[in-house]
């Protein structure tokens, strides 16, 4: 998750101020409000224990103030961060429901960016889930027997996982839609949207918000290094590469998002383009060796296409009865 996620809860947070407490409680809820946002920042893939600390500090504001919309806010997006990191549903479950609850706070208009932004990545996991269902659903129709007993029920199942999917991504393209008309958030914006579209199946629309995307990413990069390299602050220098590190990984899902697109639209040289990139950046990515590789074929370079399926072998920590490692066996015995 990128920085832009954590940034805007400083405001956030700071519009929850509640006049009708004494001083004294006043006080408390701040140093609530704040212990709660650093253990949310600081909290790592590798060191998730500040999630568990930053809901402490939460619930012990709440208690003050159970209509604080910044600690309110701050409570769906910890589940939302959780999920991202663990992938278990119950955390993406106690998200929906903590947006849910910051809905009710406010009008539309009047929620922070934040809220968009989170609650729209949370639409987004909805959905992605809600159409794997459905995929995984029609897949196993196609290994049934003709005579399955249970094919229009599982048929009928499938279709509303599908009706389910859709009505969750088209949730979250208007939120992020929303960000992007108000020129806030756009590089996250426009990286979530194109992900919206890709699972809606709107391909040239998923290409061209990820192309924009990348535009306003690596101008940001640039910026970003410029200012390290003009900063003496070593806490805002910290804090800048932080977010240079956050973009530059994205930027990779985004390539290797792009370069899928283009592949299954049969752009194979704009797929080979983006992977090269790619590649160069980062050259431990072993699937996108199979990636480029398959696109290699397609162009008929096939020398490129061998080396690429190779390292790909070599490098894949796959079983050998992985589809994608049958298939570069494949290609290599016709190349």
Same mark, same amino acid.
Request: glycine letters at 4%; one cysteine or more; charged letters at 30%.
């Given at each position: ?67 604080? $919309?910044? *600690?309110?806010?701050?409570? #769906?997006?910890?589940? =939302?961060? +959780?999920? @991202?990191? &663990? ?27 934040? $809220?968009? *932004?989170?609650?729209?990545? #949370?639409?987004?996991? =909805?959905? +992605?889930? @809600?159409? &794997? ?203």
């Amino acid at each position: 998750m990128a920085r832009a996620l954590f940034l805007p809860l400083l405001t956030a947070l700071a519009l929850g101020a509640c006049h009708s407490l004494s001083e004294e409680d006043q006080d408390k809820l701040a140093g609530y409000r704040e212990r709660a946002r650093l253990y949310y920042e600081n909290t790592t893939r590798d060191n998730p224990g500040g999630f568990q600390r930053a809901m402490d500090q939460i619930e012990r504001g709440l208690a003050l103030e159970p209509e604080d $919309y910044g *600690l309110n806010l701050l409570r #769906a997006m910890v589940a =939302l961060r +959780q999920y @991202q990191f &663990a992938r278990r549903p119950e955390y993406l479950a106690q998200a929906e429901t903590a947006f849910a609850q910051v809905s009710e706070l406010r009008s539309g208009d009047n929620h922070s960016p934040q $809220y968009w *932004l989170g609650f729209g990545m #949370a639409q987004l996991f =909805l959905g +992605q889930n @809600q159409r &794997a269902e459905a995929d995984a659903i029609q897949e196993s129709l196609k290994q049934a027997p003709p005579g399955d007993p249970f094919r229009d029920q599982k048929d009928a199942k499938s279709r509303e996982h599908e009706a389910k999917a859709r009505a969750y991504l088209m949730e979250a393209k208007r939120c992020f839609q929303r960000l992007i008309d108000r020129d806030t958030m756009t590089i996250e914006s426009h990286f979530r949207l194109a992900q919206a579209n890709t699972f809606l199946r709107e391909f040239p629309a998923a290409i061209e918000n990820a192309q924009k995307h990348l535009d306003l990413s690596v101008k940001r990069q640039d910026q970003i290094q410029k200012r390290i390299l003009a900063t003496d602050n070593a806490r805002e220098e910290r804090s800048l590469f932080a977010e240079q590190q956050d973009l530059a990984e994205q930027e990779k899902d985004v390539r290797g998002q792009l370069a899928h697109l283009f592949f299954k639209l049969g752009r194979h040289e704009d797929a080979v383009k983006q992977l090269d990139e790619l590649l160069a950046k980062d050259p431990t990515r072993s699937a996108d060796y199979f990636n480029r590789g398959r696109s290699l074929v397609q162009l008929g370079r096939k020398e490129e296409a061998r080396q690429d399926f190779n390292n790909f072998l070599r490098t894949t920590r796959l079983p050998p009865d992985a589809p994608q490692v049958v298939e570069a066996f494949r290609a290599l015995e016709k190349l």
